[in-house]
């Protein structure tokens, strides 16, 4: 006995002090062997434990071992075993040529110097447990079998949990023998052969373990070779006088650094841990407008684009799309949240991480570009956020276009699947980072995402937080966009270098229409409604039976005013919702005997800002309609339309409203009859003109509050168009100008005690002034200098009728004890 052999002897008798097996078959005669022929096993690594194990289940069905020369003397220098996985993977990767086996070009040699000899290859695969998918603990799903190559450390965690039910399968024999007048050549033959025993090895994993998912192992070859990350590599190689060996192990840390590493474990125990989570601190996940998702994923590469919210919003549409039978997309994730432990759990649950900016990083460029257009060509599912990052406000951010544009990009360089961009709306009664959403918005600065802080955070979950939602928006189908776009994109050669314009211009239609379809697929709930009601108060306060009269008539404007078929406004009553609201903590009340007052404390007046925010773009039309009649009690109907027209672009751009300008008379007529029939307004039929209810009536009332959902965002406008005009025909530097209004704005909001710190945000004036520039309202001169244009000066400048004459004094007078020299609001041309 040789050396090797007594060592193994000793390993067997104590690796079978624990384990047990299951083999199959149970009788040799079902395998089929020769016995006057050579057996060489296949197994699929070098695993020790397996050869022990493989060893020992031979030396039990009276098969010749393993670790016996091969039994043809020329080939005797080799033991009967041969494992498919090389000694070092990444040098083979890196080989343009493979490094093919010297043992299966002796075998190939050898049987071609004797025709009349013959190898039997049976390839053997051990599996530790059962799939993951039937484990039921905990801790057996953690250290279950997998696609994944093991660490020493974990593959013996494996071995103690999972040993005593290993499963051993020995496949059909692989007979080979080499015919001397075939013209196919040596290497040739060893890649067939190579080929024929991997593939049988990966059919009994594919059926024992399910499809390997994981694209980490598969993928970071192929994407090193491909010719753009190539031309990258020398490109560095040059740059940073790098050889190219160098060059190309940075672009494989590159690699690592973003591909997912998605396992069934990984999904297993997030799948049960998302489902403790949902139980104790949700009361429930409401999915509407999915039916079409399995038809729609047999044709089509899907490309999931929700909104951003929550750090939970990954979790949550996993969660959702894995409870609908659907595969888990591949998420993109900030490289901020691949931190120690929790970055690994995201990683093996799909998510792949990017930098937030890698301009002037060709490499990575390339290697990220080239990982997206790979998932987009094999069809695997993606999810991304275009917003960029989570909303602090609550209203859907600017989308950002680089993830569309990789997609889009990587569609037309490769045009396999057809690509369907799918809007998800996310909606929370309450959010887990309300505090910190305040907290910024208040000027402090953001917390980074570290292990510690997010441990920290999780420790600190209390509450319930009742219900969310997720609603399917109306699928985007690329191939439309583009047909738009460009007639001849199908038969146009595509050079990704020099991309044309129809290419960026697809881009920006794709992701504004996201946007606009996001918020299609709004789902209205009790927080969203009570927050809208009594943010517009003057004290936040409303008496019990004027608010469930108000919650009714906004329920009515929101369902019936044909915004979209796929909005899902609450049925609940409105005392189903106060007391839904009352539950989550969230409303106040304080009982009276002719009726009892729901208030909103501090706290929650500056938090429920937010969930007003989710439906603003619902609310938007019938607010700006009741801002008409803040100072008018009666206007024809063109007037309305007229004004509205005025102010529309900019509301559009904010809240990616549905209507396009010449939509927009027709929704106007039909809302302004809804407010008819709830009473709001009056329709004068002679003179074509609407009416509000005399000053003091309950009609009145509930119109002016109205008109005070949309009237914060139109204060806004108003200031930056009055510092705007107040420069006269000078220009002034675009940031300035966003600072002095954000500055301007916190300071209204102080003097008139405005719970909103979004009444300030940066984002909401940056838009506003961006869209001014668009319609030629502003011009730039330089790079960033702005002045009124002719078109503005032009303009009929009604916005200050849709404002009240005190909200304009006030700002006017705060705008004259900031500049002495700012002109008074008048109705001259040049103010607005």
Not at 20 to 31: A, K, N, Q
Not at 67 to 96: C, D, H, M, T
Not at 281 to 293: D, H, K, P, Q, R
Not at 433 to 443: I, N
Request: proline content about 4%; overall charge neutral; aromatic content about 10%.
């Amino acid at each position: 006995m040789t050396i090797r052999k007594s060592i193994n002897y000793l390993a067997r008798k104590f690796l079978y002090l624990w384990v047990r097996t299951d083999v199959v078959p149970t009788e040799l005669s079902e395998l089929d062997i020769r016995p006057d022929q050579p057996i060489i096993y296949v197994l699929e690594t070098r695993s020790w434990s397996s050869l022990l194990v493989l060893e020992t289940e031979c030396e039990r069905l009276g098969l010749p071992s393993p670790l016996n020369p091969v039994g043809i003397a020329e080939l005797s220098a080799w033991y009967s075993v041969y494992s498919i996985s090389p000694r070092q993977p990444f040098k083979a990767w890196l080989q343009k040529q493979p490094k093919r086996s010297r043992m299966l070009r002796g075998i190939v040699e050898c049987l071609r110097d004797h025709p009349g000899k013959e190898i039997q290859f049976v390839p053997v695969s051990v599996f530790w447990g059962r799939p993951v998918s039937k484990q039921e603990r905990w801790l057996p799903v953690v250290f279950a079998d997998s696609w994944n190559l093991a660490s020493r450390v974990r593959k013996f965690f494996t071995i103690l949990v999972h040993g005593r039910d290993t499963f051993v399968k020995y496949s059909e024999v692989i007979r080979f023998k080499a015919e001397p007048d075939h013209d196919e050549l040596s290497d040739q033959m060893i890649d067939r052969l190579q080929g024929v025993l991997s593939k049988r090895l990966t059919d009994e994993r594919v059926a024992t373990l399910g499809p390997d998912i994981s694209h980490r192992r598969t993928l970071v070859r192929d994407l090193i070779l491909k010719s753009d990350v190539q031309a990258a590599i020398k490109a560095r190689s040059a740059e940073d006088n790098l050889t190219e060996y160098q060059a190309t192990v940075q672009a494989r840390r590159y690699v690592h650094e973003i591909v997912a590493n998605c396992t069934q474990i990984t999904i297993q125990l997030m799948n049960r841990g998302l489902s403790y989570f949902w139980n104790k601190f949700y009361s429930g996940i409401e999915v509407t407008n999915n039916a079409e998702l399995k038809e729609l994923a047999r044709t089509h590469e899907l490309v999931y684009v929700p909104c951003h919210r929550s750090h939970i919003d990954y979790l949550l549409l996993s969660y959702v799309i894995y409870y609908e039978g659907l595969a888990i997309p591949y998420i993109a994730a900030g490289r901020n949240l691949n931190m120690p432990v929790i970055g690994s759990i995201l990683r093996g649950g799909g998510a792949f991480f990017i930098r937030r900016s890698f301009k002037g990083n060709q490499l990575y460029s390339a290697v990220m570009f080239e990982y997206v257009a790979e998932l987009v060509s094999k069809g695997v599912a993606i999810e991304y956020f275009v917003e960029g990052g989570r909303s602090r406000t609550g209203r859907l951010l600017k989308p950002k276009p680089g993830m569309v544009s990789m997609t889009v990009r990587g569609f037309l360089k490769y045009r396999k699947k057809p690509v369907a961009f799918i809007p998800v709306y996310i909606g929370y009664e309450k959010l887990l980072e309300t505090k910190a959403y305040q907290a910024e918005l208040s000027g402090e600065d953001k917390k980074s995402e570290t292990f510690m802080n997010s441990v920290r955070s999780m420790l600190q979950i209390r509450g319930n937080f009742g219900k969310v939602s997720a609603n399917f928006g109306e699928p985007i189908f690329l191939n439309k966009v583009l047909d738009e776009q460009q007639d001849d994109w199908k038969t146009a050669e595509y050079d990704d270098a020099k991309r044309p314009e129809w290419v960026r211009d697809s881009v920006e239609t794709v992701s504004d229409t996201i946007a606009s379809r996001i918020n299609q697929a709004a789902t209205v709930n009790a927080v969203n409604l009570i927050s809208t009601v009594l943010l517009a108060t003057s004290k936040q306060s409303m008496d019990e039976a004027e608010l469930l009269k108000m919650l009714s008539v906004y329920q009515a404007l929101i369902s019936q005013q044909g915004y979209s078929n796929r909005v899902v406004v609450t049925q609940e009553t409105g005392a189903a919702q106060v007391a839904r609201v009352e539950a989550l903590k969230m409303l106040k009340r304080r009982q009276h005997e002719l009726g009892d007052i729901l208030y909103l404390d501090e706290k929650h007046s500056v938090s429920l800002t937010y969930y007003r925010n989710n439906i603003l773009h619902l609310m938007a039309l019938p607010s700006v309609i009741a801002c008409c009649f803040i100072n008018m009690r009666k206007l024809p109907e063109r007037d309305i339309i007229k004004l509205i027209v005025l102010i529309y672009p900019f509301l559009k751009s904010e809240l990616f409203l549905v209507w396009e300008v010449d939509e927009l008379p027709t929704a106007i007529k039909n809302m302004l009859q809804l407010m008819c029939e709830q009473g709001l307004l009056e329709k004068d039929a002679d003179s074509d003109s609407y009416e509000r209810r005399s000053f003091g009536t309950l009609e009145f009332a509930q119109l002016n509050l109205l008109a005070r959902v949309i009237s914060p965002t139109l204060e806004v406008y108003y200031l930056t168009l009055a510092l705007l005009a107040q420069s006269g025909t000078k220009t002034i530097p675009k940031a300035e100008l966003e600072k002095k209004c954000q500055l301007m704005a916190q300071r209204v909001a102080m003097i008139h005690e405005l719970n909103s710190p979004d009444y300030s945000d940066k984002n909401l004036i940056a838009n506003f002034i961006d869209t001014l520039i668009h319609i030629d309202y502003v011009k730039v001169y330089g790079t960033e200098d702005l002045a009124f244009s002719e078109v503005f000066e032009r303009a009929d400048q009604r916005i200050r009728l849709l404002l009240s004459k005190a909200m304009r004094a006030n700002i006017m007078q705060m705008l004259e004890r900031t500049e002495p020299a700012i002109p008074q609001d008048s109705d001259a041309a040049s103010k607005p």
